[in-house]
């Protein structure tokens, strides 16, 4: 691969990526201005939480009727709408006049960010040749973690200005407005390409992003839709069990690791040892870091690795680290730097192992005819999860804590049979994954 062809298709990742950034970064941002909102329109806790949780009613639903337009219309032009959505939600949250319209701008950006989470992994699987496509759909994990710190930080800085929650959300308007004007610059998804008969266009793309035998790569992608033609466009048939129970599996054990709500709730837990009690945002922007830093080294380790492998280390290190979390719960041992040390060490193992692998691996192994569909099935998963654990995780940590830690090393424990489980799928073309994976 050229020089100048592989810096045009790290470009193209850098793009497309910069959707994991927006939805990171809307994710993360209303920590800092969630406060002000409920002193300013009184609201009572229930309604808080509601308002809070409006965002990730709308990744649901976003994650869930993405996968028609996408078909139908492009990945590209998808991820187009999507730019737009994210910048009329930041503009609209910040100019709101009431409580109404606030919860409207914050739902359709919930939109956004599911369907992110759908389209922005499936075009870069799509576009990427397979040594690199690991690493390139990784990059968009990292961007989602980079969002998240970017958020923290802004929110840290912005603190204390006049209307500073305004501020807060509306800063996301300009990265929303750059992300729709870069992806003007990028050529359509090859695959998506082929579904419409337009293959001229898809040897084109493929050539300009690198790949080594594009007569062949061609071939290999019209074999794969002849394979399945007479499947229909259906998710839910005995031929495709394989990836619909590791789309599931993955983002379950994903969830159930307990991530989100440790780091939406790390607050409260430090506040619960005593540690950083006044500085809330600086105890994010730890966290965040953490994250970030591991979460690159899982990008740089996954196409040299493989996933497998990834999925092997994380699970044992977060099964270690959440058993002695639940521990220090248990033997109240909660003071100090015992219960930091505990939970930095499971982010970093997450953030190397799930964190890295998930929206790689629900990307490749579905067939070119149900790709969207099938990243709709594993995203929306995700997310079910994440609101569920997210909405639950304060009645339980109120009992102390051991319970619910307790569950989640389990489930770390289980990941570790699911791993040994799954097929390898580094190096390999997507065709190769799906023939591999078809039960016939």
Known sequence: MGSTVKGFMFYVAFVASLGGLLFGFDTAVISGAEKSIQQIYELSDFTHGFTIAIALIGTIVGALVCSKPVEKYGRLKALRVIALIYFISALGSAAIVNWYSFIFFRFIGGLAVGASSVVGPMYIAEISPSHWRGRFVAFFQFNIVLGIVIAYLSNYLIHGIPNDWRWMLGVLAIPALIFGILLYTVPESPRWLMTQGREKDAGKVLT??????????????????????????????????????????????????????????????????????????????????????????????????????????????????????????????????????????????????????????????????????GQVFGSTTHWVWSALLSWMFPVFISTGGTFIFSFFAVMMALSFIFAWKLPETKNKSLEQIQKELLTK
């Not at 837990?269 to 730890?286: H, P, Y």
């Open 208 to 373: 300009e992003v690198g790949e080594k035998n594009v007569s062949k790569e061609l071939q290999e992608i019209k074999n794969s839709l002849i394979a399945t033609e007479g499947s229909g466009d259906k998710l839910f048939q005995r031929e495709y069990w394989k990836p619909i129970l590791y789309a599931f599996l993955i983002a379950t054990f994903n969830q159930l690791s307990g991530i989100n709500a440790i780091l939406y709730y790390a607050p409260r837990i430090f506040e619960m040892s005593g540690l950083f009690r006044d500085s809330a945002m600086v105890q994010s922007i730890i966290i965040g870091v953490t994250n970030l830093v591991f979460t690159m080294i899982g990008m740089i380790l996954i196409d040299k690795v493989g996933r497998k492998k990834l999925l092997y280390v994380g699970s044992i290190g977060m099964t270690i680290s959440l058993a002695l979390v639940a521990r220090g719960f248990y033997l109240e041992v909660v003071t100090g730097y015992y219960m930091l040390i505990c939970l930095m060490s499971f982010i970093a193992f997450f953030a190397i192992s799930l964190g890295a692998v998930i929206w790689v691996l629900i990307s490749e192994i579905f067939p070119n005819n149900i790709r969207s569909k």
